[in-house]
C-alpha cells in the first residue's frame, strides 16, 4: 500500500452477531476500510480474486471449511486476524503466520492491539500506532496490563508475568519480584494475554511460554514453582511446547 491509504478489509464469520462486532469496529477505526462482510468461505473466496484486500478478520470454525484450511487454499494471501471461540485453534493460527488471533468475545482494546499489530508489519506506510480512546480504557497498551488491586491500578508487563492461579473469584499473579491479587475471573484475564505468549495449562492456571524451564506430562516448572498441566489441556500444551 502506499502512504497514508487505508487498510482495505474483508470479515468473514459464519455468526451474524459476530459479524457485527467486527464491523462496527472497523467502521470505528479511521485506517481501517471494510470491502465486504460475508458469512462463508465461498462469498470471501470471490471477493479476494475481484479486489485488493489487504487484511482479513476470518472466523475459524466455520461449516464446510476451516478458516485455517481457507488459508492454506490461498496463494499469496493478505494479512489475517483470526477469530474464534475456540482458544485451542490458537497454534494452527499462528502456523499460517496470522497477525493475531482474537479470542471471542472480542473487545474494543483487544482489537486494537491486532490493528496495532498490522501497522507495525508495514500494510500501511503510516508508522504511527493507533491509539484511540474507548469507553472502557484511555489507550491500547502492547506489552503490559493493569490490575486493579490495594485500591489502585498497577502495571503489570506481559514479560514480567510467570503464571496467573485461579482463586474462587479472584487471580493471583505471580511475578518474579511480587504477587498481586486481585477480583476477576480467570476467562476474563485470558481474552486480555497474548496468546503467543501465555497458555492455560489447567482450569485454574495460565503460564508464561518463555519462564517455562522444563516440563513433564503433568508438570511444568517455572523458577521455584511446579504448575499443573490437566488431562485436559496437555495435548494443546504440548502440541505447542513441541513447537517453541
Do not use: W
Not at 451474524?16 to 462463508?40: C, D, G, R
Amino acid at each position: 500500500m502506499l502512504n497514508n491509504k487505508k487498510i482495505i478489509c474483508l470479515a468473514v464469520d459464519d455468526e451474524p452477531p459476530a459479524l457485527q462486532v467486527i464491523e462496527k469496529y472497523i467502521a470505528a477505526v479511521p485506517v481501517l476500510e471494510l470491502k465486504a462482510s460475508v458469512n462463508n468461505a465461498v462469498d470471501a473466496l470471490s471477493i479476494l480474486q475481484n479486489n485488493k484486500i489487504d487484511l482479513i478478520f476470518l472466523d475459524i470454525q466455520m461449516p464446510q471449511l476451516l478458516g485455517t484450511d481457507f488459508m492454506r487454499s490461498l496463494i499469496n494471501p493478505p494479512k489475517v486476524i483470526f477469530t474464534t471461540a475456540f482458544r485451542k485453534y490458537a497454534v494452527d493460527g499462528f502456523e499460517l503466520d496470522a497477525v493475531d488471533y482474537l479470542l471471542k468475545p472480542i473487545s474494543f482494546e483487544r482489537f486494537l492491539k491486532s490493528v496495532n499489530k498490522v501497522m507495525r508489519l508495514n500494510i500501511t506506510a503510516n508508522e504511527n500506532e493507533l491509539h484511540f480512546k474507548s469507553p472502557q480504557t484511555n489507550a491500547v497498551a502492547d506489552s503490559f496490563i493493569y490490575l486493579r488491586a490495594d485500591r489502585k491500578n498497577i502495571k503489570v508487563n506481559f514479560d514480567d508475568i510467570l503464571f496467573i492461579e485461579s482463586l474462587k473469584d479472584y487471580i493471583k499473579v505471580v511475578t518474579k519480584d511480587k504477587t498481586i491479587v486481585t477480583k476477576q475471573a480467570i476467562s476474563s484475564i485470558e481474552e486480555s494475554l497474548p496468546p503467543d505468549l501465555f497458555i492455560r495449562t489447567h482450569r485454574s492456571f495460565i503460564v508464561s511460554l518463555k519462564k517455562i524451564e522444563s516440563y513433564t506430562p503433568d508438570l511444568i516448572q517455572i523458577d521455584k514453582y511446579e504448575l499443573p498441566i490437566s488431562r485436559s489441556y496437555r495435548h494443546e500444551v504440548e502440541k505447542i511446547l513441541k513447537q517453541k
